[in-house]
């Protein structure tokens, strides 16, 4: 079955109360927030799903581990041990007063180390990104353990479920695809059976595997999109996404002094925010979640009061601004074709270079014998631009950051433009983009865009919102 199935966005009728929770790695940080986490499970209104990402910051050191291994040093000799003990602390504390229990969970633990050990043993040439994979899906595959067992500590049926025998992926290692076809059948298989006689599966995010069992991973932030996964294949009535925030702010907290929490917003939406900063939720999870019709909802963990965001396939009604996101570490590579050239091919010929490289591009503007691109400020770009000086003239300008306003109808509502390009006004703008009727980006210097993000926040959102107060009183 190819990667993304045949479904065509289409998904069986939903499942009796079916509900995916996921947790984040701040959710999972240590034993008291997974007991925290099992409590939370516990008082749902049915028995979820549940998919944990790896305690907070796990992976980021165990592809260092992967890294050291490949280069050849011995860091990865230092880091171990660390991880080893905080999952040691972990499993004391949740295993305490029940020595069988530990004595399990140490052995799974010690079977989870000792890959690290086999897999730097074992020949990997050509095959960086399978290696990394392998080493890094060992912190979901603790804490997906730790978790349950925190779980049936709270007096749930709860069971580990291996990812890897539900989410069946393509062989792109490091950002594979899923097989949709085939995990809506794996997870009726080995899924629906426990959910039918009320036992809370375990899974790991992140994690999937190759037809021939081969560890994959999803990316980075891939557990969300683990949950969205799931709750499409089981047609759940919706997938919560819980973390360290209340949901969807109308503006970046680290910009705007008093955000408000959106209720709901469009997925377009939601994937624009996602993708231009607002790190709340992973843009695949949002596409693919929607692509088969099911609900997502931001949550917090700490907070599981508070209703959350809803991210919903669309919004109707009036157009509206809904937030205000900014990304920095932004390349600007502008392209000119030399006078020799001939003009028609041009673009095609740019981005043609840009995808043989892997580079993925945020914004665009073109004319007749130029363009000008942006990028994520980490890609190496020093053999993108000696190709590209082949037939164009390349400038690369640094320190930028891209500032997006986002809504819904924002070219449908005369004057919105207008309003927007207003606040912009007093601000030296490098680019700008407006592709969709979901949002606006403007290419700023990186200094300025936290100024920008407060002036578009208060001028298009907070004056707005005390207008409609004073209209209602």
């Known amino acids: 079955m190819s990667p993304e199935g045949t479904r065509s966005g289409t998904r069986p009728e939903a499942g009796p109360g079916r509900i995916v929770y996921k947790f984040g790695g701040t959710s999972v940080a240590d034993a008291a927030r997974i007991r925290d986490v099992a409590k939370l499970v516990t008082s749902a209104p049915t028995h979820p799903v549940v998919v944990v990402s790896a305690l907070g910051g796990v992976t980021d050191r165990l592809v260092a581990i992967a890294e050291s291994i490949r280069r050849g040093n011995d860091l990865w000799r230092e880091i171990l041990p660390e991880l080893k003990a905080r999952h040691v602390t972990a499993l004391a504390d949740l295993t305490d007063g029940d020595p069988e229990a530990r004595r399990v969970l140490d052995a799974e633990m010690d079977a989870q180390f000792r890959r690290v050990d ?23 595959d603790l804490s997906a353990r730790l978790a349950a067992r925190a779980l049936r500590a709270c007096g749930a049926l709860a069971e580990f479920v291996d990812a890897r025998q539900v989410v069946r992926t393509d062989d792109r290692f490091g950002r594979a695809r899923p097989c949709n076809d085939d995990i809506a059948a794996l997870a009726a298989k080995l899924l629906t059976p426990l959910l039918d006689r009320c036992v809370v599966p375990v899974l790991q995010g992140f994690v999937g595997a190759t037809a021939d069992g081969r560890t994959t991973t999803l990316g980075r932030g891939g557990s969300d999109f683990t949950a969205a ?13 819980w973390t360290d925030v209340d949901g969807i702010l109308t503006g970046d907290p680290r910009a705007v002094d008093n955000p408000r929490v959106l209720s709901e917003i469009g997925f377009e939406e939601a994937v624009e925010l996602a993708h231009f900063g607002a790190k709340v939720i992973h843009p695949e999870a949002a596409k693919h979640a929607v692509a088969l019709g099911v609900p997502l909802r931001i949550r917090n963990t700490f907070r599981p009061q508070e209703p959350g965001t809803r991210i919903l396939a669309s919004r109707r009604g009036t157009a509206e601004i809904a937030a205000i996101a900014y990304k ?13 050239a001939l003009p028609y091919g041009f673009l095609a010929r740019v981005f043609e270079v840009l995808a043989r490289h892997g580079l993925p591009v945020d914004l665009v503007a073109t004319s007749h014998s130029s363009t000008a691109i942006t990028i994520d400020g980490n890609e190496d770009l020093r053999l993108v631009e000696q190709e590209l000086s082949t037939f164009a003239e390349v400038g690369i300008r640094r320190g930028l950051a891209t500032v997006t306003v986002v809504g819904h109808g924002l070219m449908e509502e005369p004057g919105t433009d207008v309003r927007i390009f207003w606040e912009v006004s007093r601000t030296p703008v490098h680019l ?42």
């Open 432 to 473: 700008i983009s407006q592709a969709s009727d979901v949002s606006v980006s403007f290419l700023v210097d990186d200094d300025r865009a936290p100024d920008l993000v407060r002036r578009l926040h208060t001028g298009l959102i907070e004056l707005r919102d005390e207008e409609g107060r004073s209209s209602v009183q």
């Open 229 to 241: 996964i799931l709750g499409a294949a089981l047609a759940a009535q919706e997938v919560h996404i």
């Open 328 to 340: 920095r570490g932004t390349v600007l590579i502008k392209v000119r074709s030399i006078p020799s």
């Open 118 to 140: 086999d897999a730097a043993g074992r020949s990997w040439s050509g095959r960086d990104a399978e290696f990394t994979d392998e080493i890094a899906s060992i912190g979901e």
